[in-house]
């Protein structure tokens, strides 16, 4: 979803269609407190990915709990009856019930929290047992306070800061072109309806990785700024570890691709992956193939999940960064 302001108050009024936003917050209707909240994703979602990998790296998969739809079916054109839950946790693996309420599919939880609910029923979902409602179901949001959400009731984690004061002004300027041409691009690319549009989206996702690429080997990794870890290399890994998977086929981002055009791209990649505890725990490559593969049959109408590239992630990271070819594709 498109990320828009909130407050530490925010209630959402019913029948409208904008979505949740508010804010776990000691100043706000939503306190912070272990087990008071729970999270609904799909691990094949590189928005709910966000929310997951926050989850992983501040430590708070035992302070909040998770379900995790299918993959697939996705529902019809209108997103209707959207994603469902398994029967049992052993249906689909990795995919669990709705440990809450055993919803059948997502969207009885958003008409939980708004009977006139008219919006999308999207992923990921952050939903307060307390009042039975939803707190957030935007990612970019979630991704912002979510890191610090808990800082009152966790042990202090000094070298844990997704937002630091020095690089804020940075990580302000760069989101919005990561989100709109990489993010959001490659979608762009793969659900556009005619060869104009195709022709002219691809291009820019390339672009970016092309200013991603330069970025990283400028500020000489192993994180996109440098040596801090940021909400940037949590936006960019949730496209990038896709992109080899499924973008270059299933959306025709074909133009180049990760591990083979840009070297500094694939080793910031296989380090998060192989090195950043998290990445790899949140990352189920079963689950992001056949969710697209088996939910676009507009697509690829036979519903066939290609079985590479094989490894998913190659191993073997490059310490010394300045060895690393700076790629670059010409368009």
Not at 29 to 58: D, E, Q, T
Not at 86 to 101: F, M, Q, R, W
């Given at each position: 979803?498109?990320?828009?302001?909130?407050?530490?108050?925010?209630?959402?009024?019913?029948?409208?269609?904008?979505?949740?936003?508010?804010?776990?917050?000691?100043?706000?209707?939503?306190?912070?407190?272990?087990?008071?909240?729970?999270?609904?994703?799909?691990?094949?979602?590189?928005?709910?990915?966000?929310?997951?990998?926050?989850?992983?790296?501040?430590?708070?998969?035992?302070?909040?709990?998770?379900?995790?739809?299918?993959?697939?079916?996705?529902?019809?054109?209108?997103?209707?009856?959207?994603?469902?839950?398994?029967?049992?946790?052993?249906?689909?693996?990795?995919?669990?019930?709705?440990?809450?309420?055993?919803?059948?599919?997502?969207?009885?939880?958003?008409?939980?929290?708004?009977?006139?609910?008219?919006?999308?029923?999207s992923v990921p979902v952050l939903w307060d047992k307390a009042t039975e409602t939803i707190v957030n179901n935007e990612s970019a949001e979630l991704l912002r306070w979510l890191p610090t959400a808990f800082d009152s009731i966790l042990p202090p984690?000094?070298?844990?800061?997704?937002?630091?004061?020095?690089?804020?002004?940075?990580?302000?300027?760069?989101?919005?072109?990561?989100?709109?041409?990489?993010?959001?691009?490659?979608?762009?690319?793969?659900?556009?309806?005619?060869?104009?549009?195709?022709?002219?989206?691809?291009?820019?996702?390339?672009?970016?990785?092309?200013?991603?690429?330069?970025?990283?080997?400028?500020?000489?990794?192993?994180?996109?700024?440098?040596?801090?870890?940021?909400?940037?290399?949590?936006?960019?890994?949730?496209?990038?570890?896709?992109?080899?998977?499924?973008?270059?086929?299933?959306?025709?981002?074909?133009?180049?691709?990760?591990?083979?055009?840009?070297?500094?791209?694939?080793?910031?990649?296989?380090?998060?992956?192989?090195?950043?505890?998290?990445?790899?725990?949140?990352?189920?490559?079963?689950?992001?193939?056949?969710?697209?593969?088996?939910?676009?049959?507009?697509?690829?109408?036979?519903?066939?999940?290609?079985?590479?590239?094989?490894?998913?992630?190659?191993?073997?990271?490059?310490?010394?960064?300045?060895?690393?070819?700076?790629?670059?594709?010409?368009?």
């Amino acid at each position: 979803m498109t990320a828009t302001t909130h407050s530490d108050s925010a209630i959402h009024q019913p029948g409208t269609s904008d979505g949740w936003h508010g804010v776990i917050s000691e100043h706000g209707p939503f306190k912070p407190a272990a087990g008071r909240y729970h999270l609904y994703i799909g691990l094949f979602c590189p928005f709910a990915h966000r929310a997951n990998l926050v989850r992983h790296l501040r430590g708070l998969t035992g302070v909040i709990s998770i379900s995790i739809v299918r993959p697939y079916p996705k529902g019809d054109a209108n997103g209707w009856p959207g994603w469902r839950f398994p029967e049992s946790d052993d249906e689909y693996e990795g995919a669990t019930i709705d440990h809450l309420y055993r919803s059948t599919f997502l969207h009885e939880i958003y008409f939980k929290a708004d009977a006139n609910y008219k919006g999308r029923y999207s992923v990921p979902v952050l939903w307060d047992k307390a009042t039975e409602t939803i707190v957030n179901n935007e990612s970019a949001e979630l991704l912002r306070w979510l890191p610090t959400a808990f800082d009152s009731i966790l042990p202090p984690d000094p070298a844990f800061n997704l937002y630091p004061k020095e690089l804020a002004p940075q990580i302000d300027e760069l989101s919005p072109w990561v989100q709109s041409d990489l993010n959001a691009g490659v979608y762009k690319a793969g659900f556009a309806d005619s060869q104009d549009s195709y022709d002219r989206a691809v291009p820019v996702v390339f672009r970016a990785l092309n200013k991603l690429e330069a970025l990283i080997s400028q500020n000489e990794g192993p994180y996109i700024l440098g040596k801090q870890l940021t909400e940037l290399d949590l936006r960019v890994y949730a496209t990038i570890v896709r992109f080899d998977a499924i973008y270059v086929q299933h959306f025709k981002c074909n133009l180049g691709i990760i591990r083979h055009d840009y070297p500094v791209i694939h080793n910031w990649l296989k380090n998060l992956y192989w090195n950043i505890r998290g990445f790899r725990e949140s990352t189920d490559f079963r689950h992001i193939k056949e969710n697209y593969t088996k939910s676009h049959g507009d697509i690829n109408p036979k519903a066939i999940t290609p079985m590479g590239p094989i490894p998913n992630v190659e191993l073997g990271v490059e310490e010394n960064w300045s060895k690393l070819r700076v790629g670059h594709i010409d368009i």
